[in-house]
């Protein structure tokens, strides 16, 4: 028992060839829309300082306020956008995003965006991720360049097992064949 609780502890300094990526990041900046209202928009015409503003898990590496990139312009209601975002050696290729809220008009409009696509990068396997966007309307538009915020997250839709489940499983039935042949003695 004592070597099968030790074999289940793990301890890594780095990810193994085809381990997945796991946790949460989290950005935010501003965006350019392509009308006056958040309640309105139907694309990000481009990205005004985008920084990760959270992370965890695989992602707890990144600095925050590191700089993130993102593909110049983007429809919220979109098929696949190859490179979307990348940040601290992880890129994410978004396959497929669409509009599930989206309410009012200037000044206090607002928009929310959901997505899946694939994260992958500093030795992961790629891996599948919801992504989530939102805009809303400033309190006062002064600048049209800085006119909107966003926030936006992704999470890993799996976590990897590495294996401890079906050792166990096999310790369990090794037991069980052990006490079958002992009561049948």
Same mark, same amino acid.
């Given at each position: 028992?004592?070597?099968?609780?030790?074999?289940?502890?793990?301890?890594?300094?780095? /990810?193994?060839? #085809?381990?997945?990526?796991?946790?949460?990041? #989290?950005?935010? #900046?501003?965006?350019?829309?392509?009308?006056? $209202?958040?309640?309105?928009?139907?694309?990000?015409?481009? *990205?005004?300082? /985008?920084?990760?503003?959270?992370?965890?898990?695989?992602?707890?590496?990144? /600095? &925050?306020?590191? &700089?993130? &990139?993102?593909?110049?312009?983007?429809?919220?209601?979109?098929?696949?956008?190859?490179?979307? *975002? $990348?940040?601290?050696?992880?890129?994410?290729?978004?396959?497929?995003?669409?509009?599930?809220?989206?309410?009012?008009?200037? /000044?206090?409009?607002?928009?929310?965006?959901? +997505?899946? +696509?694939?994260?992958?990068?500093? #030795?992961?396997?790629?891996?599948?991720?919801? *992504?989530?966007?939102? %805009?809303?309307?400033?309190? %006062?538009?002064?600048?049209?360049?800085?006119? *909107?915020?966003?926030?936006?997250?992704?999470?890993?839709?799996?976590?990897?097992?590495? +294996?401890?489940?079906?050792?166990?499983?096999?310790? +369990?039935?090794?037991?069980?064949?052990?006490? =079958? =042949?002992?009561?049948?003695?």
């Amino acid at each position: 028992m004592a070597v099968a609780i030790a074999l289940t502890q793990t301890l890594q300094a780095t /990810p193994l060839p #085809g381990t997945q990526t796991t946790g949460n990041i #989290g950005f935010i #900046g501003g965006a350019t829309l392509d009308t006056d $209202s958040a309640g309105t928009a139907t694309e990000v015409t481009s *990205w005004i300082n /985008p920084v990760v503003d959270l992370d965890s898990g695989s992602f707890a590496g990144i /600095p &925050s306020y590191s &700089s993130a &990139s993102f593909a110049l312009t983007w429809n919220f209601n979109s098929g696949a956008v190859s490179n979307f *975002w $990348s940040a601290g050696g992880f890129t994410f290729n978004l396959t497929s995003s669409e509009i599930v809220a989206q309410s009012g008009a200037y /000044p206090v409009g607002s928009v929310t965006v959901d +997505g899946t +696509g694939y994260v992958s990068g500093n #030795g992961y396997a790629p891996t599948l991720m919801s *992504w989530s966007f939102t %805009a809303q309307d400033p309190a %006062a538009q002064t600048d049209p360049e800085e006119a *909107w915020t966003f926030s936006a997250s992704a999470a890993s839709l799996s976590t990897p097992d590495g +294996g401890s489940t079906v050792m166990l499983l096999g310790l +369990g039935l090794s037991g069980a064949a052990l006490l =079958r =042949r002992k009561l049948s003695a």
